[in-house]
């Protein structure tokens, strides 16, 4: 089995998977599946792009419409989690991650998934202390504040991915666990990143749940992206297993971006994207300690009187395989909810929160709910659900200020400090020619995007004290190594450059 390991996309769609394929002819291989590192960018028209944290003067459409709109069809199986330059209204519609467009797998603010026999784990969003005991209270429309808090990670998706036993091959974050530079050539980085230095002495660089997840976790590899520069690592744990971290750069020429995994048959199965039968159990087990509150809440532990054990027994796995019948994640469940962008079309188009048939549908199957759909029926709000998206574009096109802003969800706004990540900036350079870009691209016509929408699905409320508006439900919602032939500081193959 062959893996591509790509750093932050920025939405450069194209340009990676010229550089997948260009790979692929030099080499004489095939890569199986594509996994990208965050700052992936699913814009899929105008108004995803101003749901995302980039300053308007480098809003920019980018190439991921097209593979959404079914005009391209992503050539490799790609799967990837969020950072923090994403279309987040998007990606909020699909919490418990689903199909962003044909062939490309959103792995939700937290997943595991199984690809044949290779398990990966993945935590969307960047760690803000200041966010990070906060519920999940953000909906559109967003303001400054909640544009950017929506992606800072939340001590619930860490909690619940915490409680996985089984090994697990592969993990990704988009920022780096913290304390990992102490585990590979610090000075290297250091002489190319030397602004880093005073985060790192400090031990302020990178993410503190990601250490922690790093250390229970112990997977083969972990890859991450976000300060778009390469570095490798190896985290010897004491039981003896290994973590072999790569971080990798951002879609640019000349910088390493992508890496090629080689991993023993073994791994291969089915090759096939399944669901993974722990990780559900574990979602429907902690459903309860969901919170949507603009305010900090705590997680159950030691020492309390609550349930903090989820991690799931054979039986519940079990049960919970014999009730879906079938783990297999097909593509086929991608729907369109909100139309693809069109070169020269008018740009104004808001939406308000969009019901993905993709989350009804899980939620439905394990009982859990929808954060969005929890903010929404607490504000008295009904969630829309998907229309024919055809018929929204035309109607978009001939009045560009279709829908005003719903009214505000009054919710107190965090105080929010000044986002200082190195990388916000950098993000947003321009991305020059890439020298490897193909005259023809791979693509296919065979791509069966669906264009309408059954609508059927009807939302079941569960949970419902949590579904009150009022504010007095205070406390009771708080609460064989893979065989690498490389070592990681020198995966000498494969990288393009
Ligand atoms: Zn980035
Ligand atoms: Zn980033």
Redesign the pocket.
Same mark, same amino acid.
């Given at each position: 089995m062959k893996i591509a390991v790509e750093g *932050?996309a920025h939405g450069e769609l194209d340009k990676i998977y010229d550089c997948i394929e260009t790979l692929q002819e030099r080499e004489g291989f095939k890569i199986d599946l594509l996994i990208c590192c #965050?700052?992936f960018q699913s814009v899929r028209n105008a108004a995803d792009l101003r749901a995302m944290a980039v300053p308007e003067k480098y809003q920019r459409m980018c190439t991921f419409y097209k593979y959404y709109s079914g005009e391209k069809k992503a050539p490799v199986l790609t799967l990837f989690i969020g #950072?923090?330059?994403e279309a987040s209204n998007y990606l909020q519609e699909l919490p418990y991650g689903g199909w962003v467009a044909p062939n490309i797998y959103y792995m939700g603010r937290a997943g595991v998934v199984k690809f044949g026999e290779l398990r990966i784990g993945g935590l969307s969003g960047?760690f803000k202390g200041h966010d990070y005991l906060q519920g999940l209270w953000e909906c559109l429309p967003y303001n400054q504040n909640s544009m950017r808090s929506v992606y800072h990670i939340r001590s619930l998706d860490v909690f619940r991915l915490s409680q996985l036993k089984e090994k697990l091959h592969v993990m990704l974050t988009?920022?780096w666990p913290r304390g990992i530079t102490d585990y590979g050539d610090k000075d290297h980085l250091l002489r190319r990143k030397p602004f880093l230095r005073e985060d790192i002495e400090s031990n302020q660089l990178g993410s503190m749940p990601a250490e922690k997840l790093l250390h229970t976790l112990k997977p083969d590899y972990w890859f991450a992206?976000?300060l778009h520069c390469q570095f490798a690592a190896l985290v010897k744990h004491e039981d003896n297993r290994e973590t072999k971290f790569l971080a990798l750069d951002k879609c640019l020429p000349k910088r390493r971006h992508l890496q090629i995994l080689d991993l023993p048959h073994e791994y291969d199965g089915d090759k096939c994207l399944k669901h993974d039968a722990e990780w559900l159990v574990v979602l429907k087990n902690t459903n309860h300690l969901l919170n949507v509150k603009n305010m900090e809440g705590h997680l159950p532990g030691p020492g309390g009187n609550e349930r903090y054990n989820f991690t799931p027994t054979n039986e519940e796995k079990e049960i919970l395989i014999q009730s879906l019948q079938n783990l297999a994640i097909t593509s086929e469940n991608f729907v369109k909810t909100a139309p693809a962008y069109k070169p020269g079309a008018p740009k104004a188009y808001l939406t308000d929160p969009i019901l993905n048939p993709q989350t009804v549908d899980l939620c439905e199957k394990l009982g859990i709910d929808d954060p969005v759909q929890v903010i929404m029926a607490r504000a008295g709000r009904v969630m829309e659900k998907p229309t024919d998206v055809d018929i929204v574009e035309t109607k978009a096109d001939l009045n560009p200020v279709l829908k005003t802003p719903m009214s505000k969800l009054i919710l107190p706004a965090p105080v929010t400090p000044s986002e200082n990540?190195c990388?916000e900036n950098t *993000?947003t350079t321009p991305i020059s020619e890439n020298p490897l870009l193909l005259d023809s691209l791979c693509n296919t016509s065979e791509c069966t995007t669906p264009t309408s929408i059954s609508g059927k699905k009807t939302f079941k409320r569960r949970n419902i004290s949590i579904y009150s508006s009022t504010e007095e439900e205070s406390q009771s919602m708080n609460s064989s190594s893979l065989v690498s032939p490389t070592s990681p500081s020198k995966y000498p193959r494969g990288n393009i450059e």
């Open positions: *932050c #965050g700052d #950072g923090n330059h960047i988009h920022d992206a976000h990540d990388e *993000c």
